[in-house]
């Protein structure tokens, strides 16, 4: 079975920030980020993609984004992910 929704996140190359996202297509989504189709994101650009997670209900993937945005989300990417955010030497404080 395909998990149909994808909770993302994007690195900007320009100035290293974070960009959180969801999708059911995550290539399609890259594609349209690095092209300046999104908004939030087209003066960021090349943009990364650094993390994914799948999930079947699309509103456990829009909470999960969602969490990801707080500061308590925020915190866990760093607990989750310290050897990726050191690679691509995101500044952690």
Do not use: W
Not at 1 to 6: G, K, W
Not at 34 to 41: D, L, M, R
Not at 51 to 66: G, H, I, W
């Amino acid at each position: 079975m395909i998990l149909p929704y994808c909770v993302y996140i994007l690195q900007s190359k320009k100035d290293l920030l974070l960009y959180h996202g969801f999708t059911t297509n995550i290539e399609q989504r890259l594609k349209n980020h690095n092209a300046g189709g999104t908004k939030s994101t087209s003066k960021r650009m090349p943009l990364q993609l650094i993390f994914c997670e799948y999930y079947l209900s699309r509103k456990d993937a829009m909470r999960r984004e969602k969490y990801f945005k707080t500061t308590q989300g925020k915190r866990m990417l760093k607990l989750m992910l310290p050897n990726t955010l050191k690679e691509i030497k995101y500044p952690i404080s």
